[in-house]
């Protein structure tokens, strides 16, 4: 879904988040985007060695139409293992192994040239400042997700939440 709304973003890791982040400046038309994902629900083992220990983290641009072409390579692997490496330019490769039909593995590797951000740019990289919601919606289910879905398009094609 990023790699539909900007070409680049920035991935924040942390020692117990990633984040991406688009910046766009919104008088121009662009869009600014905060996402969070906690590493503990997709990783069983991560390891992360940010500048220092008091700025334990760790900022990349890349191309988000890459990483996405990697991570839809993952959806059936068998484990997934992504590294910060240096290729005659700074990566980030994603190494895939995949199950084949004989039983035995494949690994299918990904190298995502990256642009690692300096920490004086980090300032502007931090997370927005966003007012309380005016709406909080709870779904049990995705059946009842997909039954909002169904009738906001069927009825009104700008629903903002």
């Known amino acids: 879904m990023i790699a539909k709304l900007a070409k680049t973003c920035t991935l924040r890791i942390s020692p117990d988040k990633l ?9 121009n ?24 220990a008091e700025n334990n ?13 990697a991570l839809k390579t993952a959806q059936n692997a068998r484990a ?42 980090w300032k502007d990289l931090q997370e927005p400042v966003v007012p309380d919601p005016d709406v909080d ?4 289910s995705a059946s009842q997700e997909r039954y909002l879905d169904m009738h906001e398009s069927q009825e009104e094609r700008n629903f903002m939440v």
């Not at 984040?19 to 008088?27: E, G, T, V, Y």
């Not at 983290?57 to 072409?69: D, G, K, P, Q, V």
């Open 57 to 69: 983290e760790i900022y990349l641009e890349l191309t988000s139409e890459n990483l996405s072409r």
């Open 137 to 140: 919606l709870i779904f049990s």
């Open 80 to 121: 997934l293992k992504i590294k910060l490496t240096n290729k005659h330019f700074p990566c980030l490769t994603v190494s895939v192994e995949l199950l084949s039909m004989s039983s035995s593995s494949r690994i299918v590797t990904h190298d995502i040239p990256i642009k690692v951000i300096p920490r004086k740019l």
């Open 29 to 52: 038309g662009g869009v600014s985007m905060w996402c969070e994902l906690e590493q503990e629900n997709f990783f069983n083992e991560f390891q992360m060695e940010g500048v220092s």
């Open 19 to 27: 984040n991406f982040i688009l910046c766009d400046k919104l008088a």
